[in-house]
């Protein structure tokens, strides 16, 4: 870090990280649906895996460190009529868990919303600090 960071700093980087895992979720939910003729093309659900950015004693946001695929295993139907299916007629859905992707956007939306309300707080305070001087 060249500079240290202040509370903008870590609620902008923290949002960030949130968009991050909102377009993760989002892209979870797009594909749920999704069938693949092989297992390894199935699609998995995607994950960000985060870090601690530490900029000094007691000081530390957070980072993207990567996008993992994984979780639920894709699940193979029959459906001998699809195009997709092999010659068992089997194809392979994604490994999506729509009630668990719902409830990872809710709270992904709520870790958003609370570094906003940061944003906000941090602003008026210095704002109000600001005005102590006239």
């Known amino acids: 870090m060249d500079r240290p960071l202040s509370v903008f700093d870590i609620a902008g980087r ?5 968009l991050v895992r909102l377009n993760a979720n989002a892209s979870n939910l797009a594909n749920a649906g999704t069938v693949s003729g092989t297992r390894e093309g199935a699609y ?3 994950r960000p895996v985060f870090r ?3 900029a000094g004693p007691g000081v530390a946001t957070v980072g993207v460190d990567r996008v993992v695929a994984g979780g639920i295993e894709p699940t193979r139907r ?3 009529d699809h195009p997709l299916a092999d010659a068992d007629g089997y194809v392979w859905e994604a490994g999506v868990d729509h009630a668990a ?3 990872e956007m809710v709270e992904t939306a709520r870790q958003y919303q609370n570094n906003v309300q940061v944003l906000q707080t941090a602003k ?3 704002l109000d600090t600001l005005r102590l001087g006239q």
Do not use: C, D, K
């Open 52 to 54: 601690t950015v530490e």
């Open 101 to 103: 992707e719902l409830i």
């Open 44 to 46: 998995r659900a995607i």
């Open 14 to 18: 923290a949002m960030s990280a949130q």
């Open 78 to 80: 029959h459906a001998p």
């Open 124 to 126: 008026t305070l210095t």
